[in-house]
């Protein structure tokens, strides 16, 4: 059993930054990756980023490639998603996510309450 605590959302304007945290715990966390996924009102989850627990590879979608990063801290058992130059369009839920490092939500088992972030224009 993995739980997962996702912190940090708020609102910024447009061109601001944001940090999120998701503090992992359980047994076999590192054994996972960990992924960020967002849902804005009306739409699908999408994939953000992942971070992969081991050796710390990261793979982001088009939309953040350049302005979001995904890291982690080993010892905090912390998970962070840098969000930099944020854009309105960027406004939604923020959800992390334990599972098989991929963009599919499908492939995660545990998630988050998520944490909600607003751009505003």
């Known amino acids: 059993q993995v739980q997962l605590v996702e912190s940090g959302g708020g609102l910024v304007q447009a061109g601001g930054s944001l940090r999120l945290s998701c503090a992992a715990s359980?047994?076999?966390?590192?054994?996972?990756?960990l992924g960020w996924f967002r849902q804005a009102p009306g739409k699908e989850r999408e994939f953000v980023g992942v971070?992969?627990?081991?050796?710390?590879?990261?793979y982001y979608a088009d939309s953040v490639k350049g302005r979001f990063t995904v890291s982690r801290d080993n010892a905090k058992n912390t998970v962070y998603l840098q969000m930099n130059n944020l854009k309105p369009e960027d406004t939604a839920v923020y959800y992390c996510?334990?599972?098989?490092?991929?963009?599919?939500?499908?492939?995660?088992?545990?998630w988050g309450q998520g944490t909600r972030v607003t751009v505003s224009s």
């Open positions: 971070i992969t627990w081991t050796g710390g590879s990261t």
């Open positions: 996510a334990a599972g098989v490092p991929s963009p599919v939500a499908g492939a995660y088992d545990y």
């Open positions: 359980g047994r076999t966390v590192s054994s996972y990756g």
